[in-house]
């Protein structure tokens, strides 16, 4: 249901939407011109579709990137842990400990960002919005779940090795990332999704819950890659495991350096995918003030 009596005309179809432009009165009433004045329009007309065309092309580009950079994290994270660091287990040795990189990559990284990125596609913004918001809050109730997991397998690690928490940089930019993403799931559940929430709550929340989430992959960002090379520096010592030391950059320590860049790089494309305003949500462009919460929205 639409409340505030919003203006917004629907689109028909994605080329509709995702051009900022509008046909001038001149190209309406273009029956009434001259020819060459007909001729103008209809060139102006060409140019436009171009113009969406490269936007929708440019977008689809961007987004097939940054899966295929996301999936390259979870399968590299997943390579390193399995393959050199001995695999996984939940038993309070440093097997327990690998589960930590990949959850935490895969649910704060990549389920994240891709799950930020949901609603730029501009092949839903023709329909129903509501199954794309539910889709979007469980995508980020997954990714904050497999973080929080992530936190244990790690904390339960330190604790059964009598090793302190919380002490590194690498933690610190850890713990603030996951908390500020609880609090964003929370404030944006409350002020999105339930029907009680007012108008004006909606207003003040919705740039502050678009901040967030920008900041929330710029510290996952550095929390990642942070802890890529401090756990490096553990394991490749001169003398302590028998392997080669960091700085003769062995293939353990390539293929971690290698999940750092593809991780900046997937970060790097989230953060402009949800930048270009060209490829924004249309009612969820500056000055809609009727958007409705989860449950008053019916199917348009």
């Known amino acids: 249901m639409q409340q505030g009596g919003s203006s917004y005309p629907s689109c028909s179809s994605t080329s509709d939407c995702f051009s900022l432009t509008h046909l001038s009165a001149a190209q309406c009433g273009s029956e009434n011109l001259s020819e060459p004045e007909k001729s103008e329009v209809r060139a102006n007309n060409t140019s436009t579709e171009l113009s969406r065309m490269r936007s929708l092309v440019m977008f689809y580009l961007s987004?097939?990137?940054c899966v295929c950079l996301g999936l390259s994290c979870v399968i590299c994270v997943y390579v390193w842990n399995s393959q050199w660091l001995g695999g996984f287990s939940w038993d309070g040795s440093f097997?327990?400990?690998?589960?930590?990189?990949?959850?935490?990559?895969?649910?704060?990284?990549?389920?994240?960002?891709?799950?930020a990125v949901m609603y730029r596609i501009p092949l839903t913004w023709g329909q129903n919005k509501l199954p794309w918001k539910l889709l979007h809050a469980v995508l980020m109730l997954i990714a904050?779940?497999?973080?929080?997991?992530?936190l244990c397998a790690v904390f339960d690690y330190h604790n059964a090795k009598n090793i302190p928490n919380v002490y590194s940089l690498h933690s610190w930019i850890g713990i603030v990332a996951t908390a500020l993403f609880a609090m964003q799931w929370a404030f944006g559940a409350t002020a999105f999704l339930l029907p009680c929430s007012p108008l004006s709550l909606r207003k003040l929340l919705k740039p502050v819950h678009v901040w967030f989430g920008g900041?929330?992959?710029?510290?996952s960002i550095a929390a990642?890659?942070?802890g890529i090379n401090e756990k490096l520096f553990f394991d490749l010592k001169e003398n302590t495991t028998g392997s080669q030391h960091y700085r003769e950059l062995p293939p353990e320590a390539v293929l971690g350096n290698a999940l750092g860049v593809l991780i900046v790089a997937f970060g790097l494309v989230v953060l402009m995918i949800l930048s270009n305003h060209k490829w924004q949500r249309p009612d969820s462009r500056t000055g809609d003030l009727a958007y409705a919460p989860l449950l008053q929205?019916?199917?348009?």
Request: proline share 2%.
């Open 63 to 65: 987004y097939l990137l």
């Open 95 to 115: 097997l327990q400990f690998n589960w930590h990189p990949v959850l935490m990559v895969t649910g704060l990284v990549v389920v994240y960002g891709i799950a």
């Open 144 to 150: 904050l779940v497999l973080s929080v997991v992530g």
């Open 215 to 219: 900041s929330v992959v710029f510290l």
């Open 224 to 226: 990642c890659i942070s």
């Open 297 to 300: 929205e019916e199917n348009e």
